[in-house]
């Protein structure tokens, strides 16, 4: 089986920009997780997002916001950018509910704002 | 509120044995365990549910006090292979349910 994938690896941004990351789960998974990971704050939960449905958020601006299709590919957006916001996202699928089950990480996207 | 970890930091000679610790001020349903290594992404090492249950394989297991809140990782034998940063993810009932919150890391260096 194919692991969790994130697109793109690296990005770019320049402050009040806007950004979207995507993350395809593992097939057969309907549970994406989103986090943020900084070097002062750890790994911090977003989002997570069931069968198309937010079911849990995290203690995040509502510049951070997501989405997930019929497909169970999820899409993440931040936007007007601020240094901040400069992190590694990863996603993470799982098959169902999120306490009882693994957590699968995907490689993660490398955001640097400027 | 976010789990605090000890040790932050630990060094061991190929071989040793490791304790960590995950403490939570909240009541837990569940404890993660997972293992970052530099420039990757966490993997999944193990789950413990509400129930003060201990799981292991290989030479890794874990325990989960549930009257304390609090889980530990008990690395064995260890081998190069085990070093990276080790997290512990707490979900905890009510409205935290189904939200993971990780401690700040422990990172483990085996040497040879």
């Known amino acids: 089986k194919a692991g969790v994938t994130q697109t793109p690896r690296y990005l770019i941004k320049t402050r009040g920009q806007q950004v979207t990351l995507s993350c395809s789960p593992i097939?057969?998974?309907?549970?994406v997780s989103w986090y943020q990971q900084t070097p002062g704050q750890g790994l911090q939960f977003l989002f997570e997002y069931f069968s198309e449905t937010q079911r849990n958020k995290g203690n995040f601006p509502g510049r951070f916001s997501g989405r997930q299709f019929s497909n169970s590919r999820s899409e993440m957006n931040v936007s007007t950018l601020e240094l901040g916001d400069s992190a590694l996202y990863l996603c993470?699928?799982?098959?169902?509910?999120?306490?009882?089950?693994?957590?699968?990480f995907g490689p993660g996207t490398r955001l640097l704002v400027l | 509120q976010q789990p605090v970890q000890s040790p932050q930091a630990v060094i061991l000679r190929e071989g040793e044995d490791a304790v960590i610790n995950c403490s939570s001020s909240?009541?837990?349903?569940?404890v993660h365990w997972y293992r970052q290594k530099h420039g990757e992404a966490p993997v999944f090492l193990m789950i413990l549910l509400k129930g003060g249950e201990q799981k292991g394989h290989d030479k890794i297991s874990a325990s989960f006090n549930e009257k304390k809140q609090q889980s530990s990782l008990y690395l064995t034998a260890s081998q190069l292979s085990y070093s990276g940063t080790y997290f512990c993810g707490t979900e905890a009932g009510g409205t935290s349910y189904g939200k993971l919150t990780f401690g700040q890391g422990t990172i483990l260096t085996v040497h040879p």
């Open positions: 909240k009541a837990l349903y569940s």
């Open positions: 097939s057969g998974h309907r549970s």
């Open positions: 993470a699928s799982s098959s169902g509910l999120l306490g009882q089950e693994t957590q699968y």
